[in-house]
Structure formats: C-alpha cells, structure tokens
C-alpha cells in the first residue's frame, strides 16, 4: 500500500474509533449467601438485574465456608449468613462493612423424610427419641460444629434430650442443600433442616416442626463487605424492599424488617 494510501486508513481508523462512544463497564457484583437462600436469592437477583442492569453472580454455600473465604480474601461485595455467629466472625475479621448490616429474615427448623417414607406426623416434644425413629439410618443434616443448620439441629436435640442417644446416627452435611439431597436420594431416611428447604424439594415431605424455643431463633443477616462496589448499597436497598419481601415470602422465609420501598 503505498504510504499516502496507508495514512490515510490510518487517519480514517483512527477518526472512526474517537468517533465511537466509550464502551460503558458493565456493572456487576457478587454475593456469598447461605445455600439454604439459593431459589428465594435467585429470583431476587434477576429482578434486581432487571430493575438496575447491574449483574449479580451468587456463590451459595454454608455461611461457615463463605465467612472464611472472606477472610482469606475472596472477591465478594455482600455476605447473607443463616446464622448470627458467621456474620460475628466476619465482623470480628474485618470483611464486612457493620454499618450496613441488618437482620433480615427468619426460617423454621423441621424434620423430613423421603416423599414415599412411612414416617408421618411426628410429635416433637422434650424427651423425644430421634434415635428410634431413624432405626439403622443415618440422620441427615449441616455439620453439627459450623454449619449453621447442624448447629441449630444440635441445639435443640439437647434441649429436648435426645442429642446423646442419636448422635452417632448422623450423617453431616457440608451445607443444608446437600443434607436435603441425602434424604430426597433415600440415602438418609430423616433429615433436618430449614423449612424453606423442605418446601422446594419435592424428594421430601415436612414430618415435624422443631418447637420454636428448642433452638436459638434462626436469624439470616446480610451486610456489605467492606471492598463493597458502590452498587451494593443499590442491592441491600433492594432487599430491604417490598418486592423482596414478596419474593422472600413466596419461599416461606420470614421477612424480620418493615419494608423500606
């Protein structure tokens, strides 16, 4: 090409790349949530993503895990724990941002069995034998230790009486999805876990409710981390809104705050 020829593509490239507008950056941010959050959160990004065009890619595990790959130093701007103790220790670490924080919503405790289980409508009551009832299975649920559905679970077997005689019977989870699976899967003939995750498992059926004041109230708060991007301030107001409450509802959580939107 000869070299007139040549500067002038180069002047004309040049003219018609200055002449285009800067390409916007798209705006994301990402989430560590409780598994146990998984449909609710999801429908609520996707309409949070509708409302604002900031996309949202959620990593669901137990809070446990979650709180401490923040403090190793996973990229995350929001953190939604099933338990106020995980959200303590990120506190106490250093991760999160406590002004934004907020105690979002509530769950219920419950015993399930597989769909097609003989185990129906079961009393929960002091002195309860969760270790009969399970026969020669495994009882299925979070890790006792941390998980926050294990801890809970825990919680109120010793209160009732029943945690020694069924402890060598469980079999426990890396995080209450994978608890619900061990049941839906005949794996595990009881389980326990939230029950808003019973409610959207069709594998398994809501044998019991654990009594209220068996186990400390199962609290869900969510804040921003502390490398939050300016658009998490957007989405905790979304989820403080009317039509999270709806979604939230929908699932069976209960929804602790007075919607602010």
């Not at 004309?12 to 507008?21: C, D, E, N, R, S």
């Not at 604002?52 to 724990?81: C, I, M, N, W």
Request: aromatic share 8%; charged share 20%.
């Amino acid at each position: 090409m000869p070299l007139l020829s040549r500067l002038s593509f180069i002047l004309a490239l040049t003219l018609t790349v200055l002449g285009q507008p800067a390409f916007a950056q798209e705006k994301n941010l990402t989430i560590f949530a409780a598994a146990s959050m998984k449909n609710a959160l999801d429908d609520i990004n996707t309409a949070f993503t509708t409302k604002t065009g900031v996309k949202v890619a959620a990593s669901y595990a137990a809070s446990s895990a979650l709180a401490r790959q923040l403090e190793q130093g996973a990229p995350a701007d929001f953190f939604a724990s099933a338990d106020l103790e995980w959200m303590d220790y990120a506190t106490q670490k250093g991760t999160i941002n406590p002004s934004t924080r907020v105690n979002l919503l509530g769950n219920k405790l419950v015993l399930i069995a597989p769909k097609d289980s003989t185990v129906t409508n079961v009393t929960i009551a002091q002195g309860f034998d969760l270790a009969k009832l399970a026969g020669d299975g495994r009882i299925a649920t979070g890790d006792v230790q941390s998980v926050p559905v294990g801890k809970y679970a825990k919680a109120a077997l010793e209160k009732l009486g029943s945690w020694n005689a069924a402890a060598s019977k469980f079999a426990m989870a890396e995080n209450v999805r994978a608890a619900l699976t061990l049941v839906a899967r005949n794996e595990a003939p009881l389980g326990i876990v939230y029950e808003t995750d019973a409610k959207v498992d069709p594998g398994v059926k809501i044998v019991a409710a654990f009594p209220a004041d068996s186990h400390p109230a199962i609290i869900y708060p969510v804040a921003a981390t502390k490398s939050a991007k300016p658009e998490a301030a957007d989405y905790l107001a979304f989820l403080k809104s009317s039509a999270a409450k709806a979604i939230f509802e929908k699932y069976g959580f209960t929804y602790l705050i007075r919607p602010v939107s």
